[in-house]
């Protein structure tokens, strides 16, 4: 059995995605992988073809012509985001607790000492607000200026409302950072408000991108595009 063939037999299993992104990071994997790799990508796009034939002989989706690239930025980023943001959110809430305290001194006299129960409170007030007003109104939190990184939906349109809201509830699960340690770097945060975190630069590219029919494919990735 050649090096192709058997990469192509080691890669049935894999999705169209993790196939595209074996052809995308050619640097990662050995020549007969890649080749193995677009060989499976052609034989799916013509088997789709002909699926989409059967069931609508008067139009047929060429999958080729709806794919379109998001290009979300790597989880070393994600991960310089969260120390800075942390540390902002840190400083905000030990000055914010000094102005709570200070109000708190009445249900203190009443109720005895409240300061666990208040400190907590608000550590996850200011948490929620610093990631909600920042991305609604600045579309990015303090961390993402560093690396030039904006929250878009899938088309490259600044969030609305209510996904800002989702996107900030979705932070409160514990262990939810966790999530974006994937590759490609996709958080539940992301994938539950649908929107991604990529450059600045990349915004008019993803823009100016036919937009998605309903059977297009997402080919989401780590890679930003020239």
């Known amino acids: 059995m050649s090096n192709i063939d058997h990469f192509t037999e080691k890669f049935q299993s894999k999705t169209f995605e993790e196939l595209n992104q074996i052809v995308q990071n050619p640097d990662n994997y050995q020549s007969d992988a890649i080749q193995a790799a677009r060989q499976l990508l052609n034989e799916r796009g013509q088997d789709e073809i002909k699926e989409q034939t059967k069931k609508d002989p008067v139009e047929t989706i060429d999958p080729e012509e709806h794919n379109y690239h ?23 809430t030990a000055f914010s607790m000094q ?10 006299l009443w109720f005895g000492n409240t300061g666990i129960v208040v400190d907590s409170g608000n550590l996850y007030l200011v948490f929620f607000l610093y990631y909600f007003f920042t991305e609604l109104i600045l579309h990015k ?19 609305s409302l209510s996904q800002t809201l989702i996107r900030t509830l979705c932070r409160l699960i514990p262990f939810e950072s966790l999530s974006c340690l994937a590759s490609p770097s996709i958080g539940w945060h ?24 309903a059977d297009s494919r997402h080919l989401i990735s780590d890679d930003m595009i020239s």
């Open 70 to 92: 998001i290009p979300v930025i790597p989880r070393t980023f994600r991960f310089i985001h969260s120390v800075i943001d942390t540390i902002l959110i840190y400083f905000l």
């Open 99 to 108: 102005v709570v305290r200070i109000g708190d001194m009445g249900f203190t």
């Open 141 to 159: 939190s303090f961390g993402k200026y560093l690396t030039k990184s904006v929250v878009v939906d899938e088309f490259g349109q600044y969030l």
């Open 190 to 213: 992301d994938r539950f408000s649908k929107s991604y975190v990529i450059m600045q630069s990349d915004m008019e590219s993803l823009r100016s991108q036919e937009n998605p029919h």
